[in-house]
């Protein structure tokens, strides 16, 4: 069978090789819907209630491990158009695609299937997934692809600007946590990359995943989602789904932030679930350190009362761990961790 599933047609019932065994099936029950998602509104930031936004954040990181964003700066048309130009390119043909299609990890621009692991996995996700870099863009946009017609010149503004508004975040971030003014600017959050997910719909969404429950393995993440359901974050012992607000950023610290916030921020746990009805895709966009940049609780963070949680590690030493250990991110940072005194 063709291996990517944007390229299925007419899917009558679930093939075998995406049936995961009893003990990790999704199930028929509805997942409660998590009502409270903290909701941010980032204009406030601008303006005298600067501190307050700045303590939502890390009330919000604290309690439930992530949050979404209104009032942001990246502009519905933007936000509309990049969705648009990325269905479009799930649906060009499949010769086009089979142009990208790649499982090195270290290929700047590829579509796979699944997971990177597709040809040795046991049972596949139902998902395929699109990812680039971004940043800068002069260096890795002849990599991405010509065609739909607008897919550079869309995708390439819609990255700066989502680059800016994780970087205004990460800042009120710091400012949040009392570490040094500009700590998260250059090289620890220099690399940025795409991955948008698409999930065409499933015949039996009980019987599969849509991806693996994990932890974001970089320093942040943020998803636009679209109007069809299928995240769902783990959180006091269950899973709980996260309905997608019009307009709005998800955004999801990943496992650096936890580090360097010496565990003040947590990485939540998340998985998708797949949808029956609609075909869904996401658009991810991630900053990760630069591979030789060192990761460290921050310095003005520790005391005889708080030790650090990590050692410090490069993210090219995470990195190779993360690889080897079947890209678990929570596994991988396990090696890293202090050993309670
Ligand atoms: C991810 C992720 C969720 C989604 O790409 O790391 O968790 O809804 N995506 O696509
Ligand atoms: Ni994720």
Request: aromatic share 10%.
């Amino acid at each position: 069978m063709e291996i990517l599933m944007s390229n299925w047609t007419d899917v009558q019932s679930l093939p075998k090789s995406y049936v995961f065994p009893p003990d990790r099936r999704p199930g028929e029950n509805v997942f409660p819907v998590c009502k409270n998602v903290p909701v941010i509104d980032l204009e406030k930031a601008e303006g005298l209630d600067r501190v307050e936004t700045i303590q939502q954040i890390l009330n919000a990181s604290q309690e439930f491990g992530f949050f979404q964003v209104i009032n942001h700066g990246v502009s519905e048309s933007l936000m509309d158009d990049t969705m648009s130009v990325f269905k479009e390119f799930y649906g060009m043909p499949a010769e086009y695609k089979a142009g990208f299609y790649s499982n090195d990890i270290n290929k700047s621009c590829r579509i796979y299937s699944s997971t990177l692991n597709y040809n040795a996995e046991e049972v596949h996700y139902w998902r395929d997934n699109f990812t680039h870099r971004c940043h800068p863009i002069e260096d890795h946009i002849q990599h991405w692809p010509e065609r739909p017609a607008r897919y550079r010149e869309i995708v390439g503004i819609y990255s700066v600007e989502v680059r800016k508004f994780l970087l205004r975040i990460l800042n009120l971030i710091s400012e949040g946590l009392g570490v040094e003014p500009g700590y998260f600017d250059g090289d620890i959050s220099k690399t940025q990359l795409l991955s948008v997910n698409h999930h065409i719909p499933c015949p039996d969404p009980s019987l599969t995943l849509g991806m693996p429950e994990h932890c974001d393995p970089n320093l942040i993440s943020m998803l636009q989602q679209c109007s069809v359901p299928g995240l769902q974050v783990f959180l006091e012992g269950k899973w709980m789904g996260v309905e997608p607000l019009p307009n709005a950023f998800l955004v999801i610290p990943g496992l650096q932030l936890k580090v360097i916030s010496n565990g003040i921020f947590t990485s939540p746990i998340h998985r998708v679930v797949t949808s029956s009805d609609e075909a869904r895709t996401t658009i991810g966009s991630f900053l990760i350190p630069s591979h030789d940049i060192l990761i460290e609780p921050a310095k003005s963070l520790l005391d005889a009362g708080h030790p650090p949680d990590y050692k410090a590690f490069t993210y090219k030493e995470f990195f190779s761990t993360f690889t080897a250990k079947n890209c678990d991110a929570e596994v991988a940072l396990e090696f890293f961790k202090n050993k309670p005194k």
